[in-house]
């Protein structure tokens, strides 16, 4: 977050930023598909958060929204390289979740691409955010599918994913990696 906040954009930038900045504050519908959730989400961020001009908040909000991402997508990768090491001795295997985690997180928070959304008000740092949930859910999932509560975050992670298509179509991504999550023991 600190690396977004001192590269985050202090007003308007171009494409399609100041489209969903207006449309955030008007609670107007940007261009096709339209966006709403993120309209709605930036609106009352937008309205809720007492820093600074209301462009630089929806900035703010992407900043936000990426370094959650990078969050989860840290807490997949170490959930994920703790199970794949048990033949490693238990030191050995934290040690290395933690630095796989941490590089999972840095590799999704500056690739230039993710970079550069998280930094001006633009839905792809929300969608990444659904997207990271999405796949965090799905790993608790698989560490708990015999637990009656397995079922519960099953439908929380389809319900996260079906969501973040109001936000960006990008959410769909998601869905693919899930059914293989499903059927992959």
């Known amino acids: 977050?600190?690396?977004?906040?001192?590269?985050?954009?202090?007003?308007?930038?171009?494409?399609?930023?100041?489209?969903?900045?207006?449309?955030?504050?008007?609670?107007?519908?940007?261009?096709?598909p339209g966006t709403p959730l993120f309209v709605l989400m930036a609106s009352v961020w937008g309205r809720l958060v007492p820093l600074g001009a209301f462009a630089w908040r929806?900035?703010?909000?992407?900043?936000?929204?990426?370094?959650?991402?990078?969050g989860f997508w840290f807490l997949v990768a170490h959930d994920v390289i703790t199970r794949l090491h048990g033949d490693?001795?238990?030191?050995?295997?934290?040690?290395?979740?933690?630095?796989?985690?941490?590089?999972?997180?840095?590799?999704?928070?500056?690739?230039?691409?993710?970079?550069?959304?998280?930094t001006e008000a633009e839905v792809?740092?929300?969608?990444?955010?659904?997207?990271?949930?999405?796949?965090?859910?799905?790993?608790?999932?698989?560490?708990?599918?015999s637990d009656p509560s397995g079922a519960r975050l099953l439908l929380l992670a389809l319900y996260v994913g079906a969501l973040s298509v109001g936000n960006h179509i990008m959410g769909l991504l998601v869905g693919p990696a899930l059914v293989v999550s499903l059927v992959v023991e």
């Open 1 to 32: 977050l600190v690396g977004y906040l001192v590269t985050l954009a202090p007003t308007v930038t171009f494409w399609d930023a100041g489209e969903f900045i207006t449309a955030a504050r008007a609670l107007g519908i940007p261009h096709p």
């Open 58 to 70: 929806i900035n703010l909000l992407s900043a936000v929204c990426s370094a959650t991402a990078a």
């Open 88 to 118: 490693v001795d238990h030191d050995s295997r934290r040690t290395l979740a933690m630095l796989g985690g941490i590089a999972a997180a840095l590799l999704a928070s500056f690739s230039f691409t993710t970079w550069q959304s998280a």
């Open 124 to 145: 792809y740092a929300s969608a990444m955010l659904a997207i990271a949930m999405t796949a965090w859910i799905a790993t608790r999932w698989r560490s708990r599918r």
